[in-house]
């Protein structure tokens, strides 16, 4: 069975640039989660979707982050403008369902805003 | 408030040696999961197990075994004999299931010494 997918894994943009993540989770499974892991950090839960409906965006800024889960499959994550510090790792998971359900997790983007 | 607190931040063992990774939650519901993660040099983050809150029982699992008490809000990880491929950062997390919230601990660092 084929795991989460993410691309890229690198990106390197200067600030006040849009940057944008993609995600692929695991077939069948309904919730996909967006995470920022800050370096020396655990990951930070940024928004939840069950299929294409958004679970919980409490964390993520809205000022400048989106997402989006069309069709209830693949997600993109988009950052405009970026800053600093949202150099990070953006992790995408994904699970059966919510809640009680381990997460599966991709490889991981890694950002640098210089 | 810390949801999930991981109070040992790096560990260092010599291999074979046993190892106990600690792990303190907090919440108010009373159904609520726990789970353990492992994250590798690679950087993806790797399920090992999960517990919901009205299983007590502990959990062995070759080498690694699961301490969940509820009097203390405590899980704790051990592994025993430990081995060079051991080493990696420990993430353990709470899942409520009250607005379904997934919160992770800033993680333990082990490093096995061969």
């Known amino acids: 069975e084929a795991g989460v997918a993410q691309s890229p894994r690198y990106k390197i943009i200067e600030k006040r640039q849009s940057v944008a993540f993609w995600c692929n989770p695991i077939s069948g499974h309904a919730t996909l989660y967006w995470y920022q892991q800050i370096l020396g950090q655990g990951p930070k839960l940024l928004i939840q979707f069950q299929n294409n409906g958004v679970v919980d965006d409490s964390q993520l800024p809205k000022d400048r982050f989106s997402a989006e889960r069309l069709k209830g499959v693949d997600s993109t994550l988009k950052i405009q403008p970026a800053k600093l510090e949202d150099s990070a790792v953006y992790l995408c998971?994904?699970?059966?369902?919510?809640?009680?359900?381990?997460?599966?997790f991709g490889p991981g983007t890694r950002l640098t805003v210089t | 408030a810390q949801k999930v607190t991981q109070a040992q931040t790096e560990i260092s063992v010599v291999e074979k040696e046993d190892v106990t990774l600690d792990c303190v939650y907090e919440?108010?519901?009373?159904?609520?999961?726990l789970f353990w993660y492992k994250q590798p040099p690679s950087g993806e983050l790797v399920f090992l197990i999960r517990?919901?809150?009205?299983?007590?029982q502990n959990e062995i699992s070759g080498r690694y075994s699961w301490n969940f008490q509820k009097s203390t809000s405590s899980f704790n990880f051990t592994i025993t004999a430990s081995q060079v491929v051991d080493s990696a950062v420990y993430f353990c997390?709470?899942?409520?299931?009250?607005?379904?919230?997934?919160?992770f601990g800033t993680g333990t660092s082990l490093t096995v010494i061969p």
């Open positions: 997390a709470l899942s409520e299931n009250t607005g379904n919230q997934f919160y």
């Open positions: 919440t108010r519901d009373t159904t609520y999961y």
């Open positions: 998971a994904s699970s059966l369902g919510t809640a009680s359900y381990e997460q599966y």
């Open positions: 517990r919901n809150s009205f299983d007590e």
